[in-house]
């Protein structure tokens, strides 16, 4: 399912450069605040919680504008990492680790000479893994794969004809397994430059 995504995804690309006289690529990087996860460990009869906060997320993005109002977007987005510490004897430490990418179709509007705003809609998948840890060494480790719903809107300034100031809220939902759940809402700051 995953590979026929991505093949479905390149080649609608690769169509839309052919047949989009004024198509644009770009490129672009970007980076946001940590985001939050929490965790949970059970020991017998016992559990515990605990929550923290990742290290800082990073993403990378292509993208393909069709038209001044229409366009494609790929991207994959490091989550980060965190980990945590548990009161249970034979379970004292969690890491976890999470990313997603993302396919989305883009609308953009001009606001003024420099300004303009955008949204996105697609799809991502999302992925998070975790291990738990005690005393006596690892004791559980899993991870997930799933897909969801993506959205982001935000506003970009045009520094230059070809390099922009982009500042975007987005989301994918939670990415979660059995003990972990990872928010993967968030604001982000990045340059996206176009060729």
């Given at each position: 399912m995953?590979?026929?995504?991505?093949?479905?995804?390149?080649?609608?690309m690769a169509l839309?450069?052919?047949?989009?006289?004024a198509a644009d690529v770009y490129v672009g990087v970007a980076v946001g605040p940590a985001t939050s996860l929490d965790a949970q460990a059970?020991?017998?009869?016992?559990?515990?919680?605990?929550?923290?906060t990742s290290t800082t997320p990073f993403k990378f993005l292509l993208g393909l504008?069709?038209?001044?109002?229409?366009g494609i977007e790929l991207g994959y987005k490091n989550l980060g990492t965190g980990s945590a510490a548990f009161n249970l004897s034979d379970v004292n430490q969690f890491t976890a680790d999470a990313h997603m990418s993302y396919v989305a179709a883009k609308v953009t509007r001009s606001w003024g000479d420099n300004w303009s705003w955008f949204t996105k809609l697609g799809l991502a998948q999302r992925y998070v893994g975790y291990a738990v840890s005690g005393p006596s060494g690892q004791v559980m480790a899993s991870s997930a794969n799933e897909g969801a719903l993506y959205a982001s809107a935000g506003v970009a300034y045009a520094l230059s004809p070809k390099l922009s100031l982009n500042m975007e809220l987005e989301t994918a939902g939670q990415a979660r397994t059995q003990n972990v759940q990872w928010n993967t809402t968030g604001l982000s700051l990045g340059l996206r430059y176009g060729f």
């Amino acid at each position: 399912m995953k590979q026929a995504l991505n093949l479905t995804v390149f080649t609608a690309m690769a169509l839309s450069a052919f047949w989009a006289h004024a198509a644009d690529v770009y490129v672009g990087v970007a980076v946001g605040p940590a985001t939050s996860l929490d965790a949970q460990a059970v020991q017998g009869k016992q559990s515990a919680t605990a929550s923290t906060t990742s290290t800082t997320p990073f993403k990378f993005l292509l993208g393909l504008d069709i038209t001044d109002t229409w366009g494609i977007e790929l991207g994959y987005k490091n989550l980060g990492t965190g980990s945590a510490a548990f009161n249970l004897s034979d379970v004292n430490q969690f890491t976890a680790d999470a990313h997603m990418s993302y396919v989305a179709a883009k609308v953009t509007r001009s606001w003024g000479d420099n300004w303009s705003w955008f949204t996105k809609l697609g799809l991502a998948q999302r992925y998070v893994g975790y291990a738990v840890s005690g005393p006596s060494g690892q004791v559980m480790a899993s991870s997930a794969n799933e897909g969801a719903l993506y959205a982001s809107a935000g506003v970009a300034y045009a520094l230059s004809p070809k390099l922009s100031l982009n500042m975007e809220l987005e989301t994918a939902g939670q990415a979660r397994t059995q003990n972990v759940q990872w928010n993967t809402t968030g604001l982000s700051l990045g340059l996206r430059y176009g060729f």
